[in-house]
């Protein structure tokens, strides 16, 4: 087995990766803000829109007689069951911030967290379908 000879110069650039790496994260963390509202669009209309303040839980009737349970609580949103069968929106897990979503494909269900303006996140300004 050969050992890896570390030079100066591969130490320097993983340190500055890292670096660099680290800034971004909390950069991330400090400019993306948490939500306060869940909007819940069935075959791309909104249905319910619940605070996410309020602990709670919410059947969602998606298409072709397909459902979904919200759940809602401690500021969080997720998908505690589903009908379809890949289960992709309950492996999700729980969203909280302006912009995040559960997406449900085959019963078209889409659970998006809203921001204190009422908007998905405060540096989008259209969204394209």
């Known amino acids: 087995m050969k050992k890896i000879k570390w030079r100066r110069a591969d130490i320097i650039l993983i340190a500055a990766l890292l670096a660099v790496g680290g800034i971004l994260a909390v950069v991330l963390l ?3 803000s948490s939500g306060d509202k ?28 397909g459902r979904n349970l919200l759940v809602i609580e401690d ?29 449900c494909l085959p019963n078209q269900v889409v659970v998006e967290i ?13 969204t394209v379908r």
Not at 114 to 126: A, C, P, R, Y
């Open 30 to 32: 400090l400019t993306t």
């Open 114 to 126: 809203l921001g204190e303006n009422g908007n998905e996140s405060d540096d989008i300004d259209i």
């Open 75 to 103: 500021g969080t949103a997720r998908i505690e069951e589903a009908s379809c069968p890949d289960g992709v929106c309950v492996h999700t897990g729980r969203v909280k911030r302006s912009g995040q979503s559960i997406v």
């Open 38 to 65: 869940v909007n819940v669009r069935v075959a791309g209309t909104v249905t319910a829109s619940y605070p996410l303040n309020q602990d709670a839980s919410y059947w969602i009737d998606g298409v072709n007689g």
